[in-house]
């Protein structure tokens, strides 16, 4: 090879070897924060077997990333993830779950959506590849995270109609106390779940100090959360005590109350979900 084609092959490894190099990184220190869109993938439990449900949200994000070095770094981040699933999404995954035999309809009529939330705190590493003003980072970490309270209200019936009606509370364990005000304010106790995250973060430098990014990424919770299901029967409201009122009701005109001498209560543990999320947001480099 002669002088200039080895000249031009030292040139071309420099390039490789630096190309994804930029501004050395290591020792520095950033701060991001930002938010965007979650959705969460759950099942919800029933009497034959499982069945998954889908819900959209939000995310909110802060970070606190340290660069070991110019190509790699950890972080500490909180985040927290919500998601609402209406009604229809959530019985729909029900009823599959129940075996497809009973109708559903909610107990508080106003109520037509609920909603989760993730709260983690997670500690991670990460891989920088930089060129130019374009950087590309993948993220994994492990953590906690506090799930927030679910709360189900609803009642059911055979499709047929037969049997009488049902009435079923699901929620997180309830702190006990003697206090009889305590349930009224809802003190409930929610398992802390660990966490395992990973994204990839896709970002653009247009000033020295200052950076935007967006983020694709997953939360998966492995473990599971404890919840109570309080069971009701019920009985019809009106059922007349003479002949005369009995004529003058139609047989379909019948109203059902619950029988609150029946209430079962059953503990159960149940997957809370995966999150998967898509944030954007800003940073700067100190």
């Known amino acids: 090879m002669n002088r200039s084609g080895s000249l031009c092959a030292a040139v071309m490894l420099l390039i490789s070897t630096t190309a994804f190099s930029g501004n050395n990184m290591a020792g520095k220190l950033s701060i991001e924060c930002g938010g965007g869109y979650a959705a969460q993938i759950s099942s919800v439990n029933g009497e034959v077997g499982s069945a998954l449900y889908y819900a959209s949200g939000g995310s909110a994000i ?28 959530y019985f729909g995954a029900l009823n599959k779950a129940d075996g497809q035999k009973y109708k559903y309809g909610m107990v508080n009529y106003w109520f037509d959506s609920s909603s989760q939330n993730l709260s983690n705190f997670t500690l991670g590493a990460f891989y920088r590849w930089e060129k130019d003003n374009i950087a590309v980072q993948p993220r994994i970490g492990a953590g906690i995270g506090l799930p927030g309270t679910l709360n189900i209200n609803y009642r059911r019936i055979l499709k047929d109609g037969s049997g009488s009606m049902e009435y079923i509370y699901i929620h997180a364990p309830m702190l006990e106390d003697d206090d009889y005000l305590l349930e009224s304010s809802a003190v409930y106790v929610t398992d802390n779940l660990f966490q395992l995250t990973a994204s990839v973060q896709l970002i653009y430098k247009p000033f020295k100090h200052l950076y935007i990014f967006m983020e694709p990424g997953l939360t998966w919770s492995p473990g599971k959360v404890t919840l109570v299901k309080e069971s009701c029967g019920s009985k019809i409201l009106n059922d007349p005590s003479n002949w005369a009122e009995a004529v003058g009701m139609p047989s379909n005109n019948q109203t059902w109350e619950k029988d609150e001498d029946s209430k079962k209560l059953t503990t159960f543990k149940q997957n809370f979900g995966t999150f998967i999320s898509l944030n954007f947001g800003i940073g700067f480099t100190f």
């Open 62 to 89: 802060i970070r606190v990333n340290y660069h070991v070095k110019n190509s790699w770094g950890v972080f500490f981040q909180c985040d927290n993830q919500y998601s609402y699933f209406l009604d229809a999404d």
